[in-house]
């Protein structure tokens, strides 16, 4: 059955953990979950596949497993906070993680960090919908206004300000 | 009677964590986030509550994908850290307060916010890290400060619960500290956050505009901030940035007007954006207070912001 469509498949990028991805990912995350302990991680270092037998996987999650693709795997229901632990396993730094689901270097993707980090202009939206978050414009109108309150206040019909500053003179 | 004198707003980064625990917090790449906290905890050194209540969330520790409470509330003696595949972080066991938890359980459930009750559960990155940047660090042999009833909310599969049904929990926790009858002073904390996104090619994304405005309205306009959907915080905040509507039930508990007495904001740690506040309940009388008193106060805010 083709997967439920949803507000937040336009974001870019990203593979939102939902209900219907938690079940199709039951086996990927379980057999994550497994990598906490030391035996497990063993056992399934010393044969990939024959370990993951035991989770029920279907043939795709099986080959992004084993491929560590990690973005497949999220598609198909795996979470990043078990992924993380498959990662762990491999002894990789979650910033390892980071660079190959985002197709940059480690190091690159520590610099895009360091530098303030992946801008959100342009990453809102897959259909164009870049306008910003009515809570955050309306704060971004109100912010110049720090500068003149009063005259600003005045303008705008008696914002929620000004009516507070006549409260706290009664 | 107990009551909640104040809230604290903190994030988690599990790095900080690691940089704490393998003493790295020197380091000037470190030393920014922590030096953002040394105010914090001489705020808490002189606060010193008597219980907090730390409403964070579980990384597919306590909580796999086996069982997903939506609110989980700790009514255990105590909590111990959890092993996160590295050993547990070496803190000391977290000591409850069953006798206020339960209390708390049976009020809020009566007012209808159906909690899962967890007698036993081991706490993780979520909630240490954040003590950690409050109390300071703790010797692993030695005891945290004070009692700590966990709030476990679900922030990892989709959806979590509402901004605004979190805001309303917080005002439920809020009536049902008021109505225990031992004396105690109660700080909440919020943890999470801020923008972050860990997952798929978008991540690294941080978005310091909607952090700025996020901790701006929760002094402000809280209610605003209680009707943000959850596509606008993945959108904006980043699809594991969603985690910041547990600072709503924080701010649920306070009061209607609070001062913010404190807040640092900084860019990364790790793979998010650290964002930490402090607001406090007016003390009781301000409000008829003389003016002179009212200086007083702000003078201490401004002493605290320094």
Known sequence: MAREQHDYDDIPGTF????????QGYGINMFCMSLMKDGNRKAFKAN??????????TPEQTDAVLKRDYNR???LGGNIYFTAKLGATDGHSFQHLAAVMTGNTQDGYAKMMLGGGRGIEGNRSRSGKNTPSKFLSAAAAKKPAGAKPKAKSKS????????????KRK | MARIIAGVGSSHVPAIGAALDNGKTEEPYWKRVFSGFEKSQEWMRETRPDVAIIVYNDHASAFSVEMIPTFALGCAAEFPPADEGWGPRPVPVVQGYPALASHIAQSVILDEFDLTICNKMEVDHGMTVPMNLLFGKVDKNSHWPC?????????????????HRCYMLGRAIRKAVQSYPEDLRVVIFGTGGLSHQISGPRAGLINSKWDKNFLDNLSKDPQKLAKIPHIDYMREAGAEGIEMVMWLIMRG??????????????????????????????????KTATKHKRAAVRAKVDRIRG
Not at chain 2, 253 to 280: C, M, Q, W
């Open chain 2, 253 to 286: 508990a306070l009061d209607d007007k609070v001062d913010e007495v404190y807040r640092f904001y900084t860019v990364p740690a790790s793979n998010t954006a650290v964002g930490h506040i402090i607001l406090e309940n007016r003390k009781r009388g301000v």
């Open chain 1, 48 to 57: 990939e596949a024959e370990y993951l037998k035991k989770f029920n996987l």
């Open chain 1, 156 to 167: 705008k019909s008696k914002s929620k300000t000004a009516k507070r500053k006549t409260a």
């Open chain 1, 16 to 23: 939102v953990f939902d209900a219907e991805r938690s079940r």
């Open chain 1, 73 to 75: 795997m999220l598609e």
């Open chain 2, 147 to 163: 009692p700590v009833i966990p709030l476990a909310v679900n922030v990892v599969m989709y959806p979590p619960p509402t901004g």
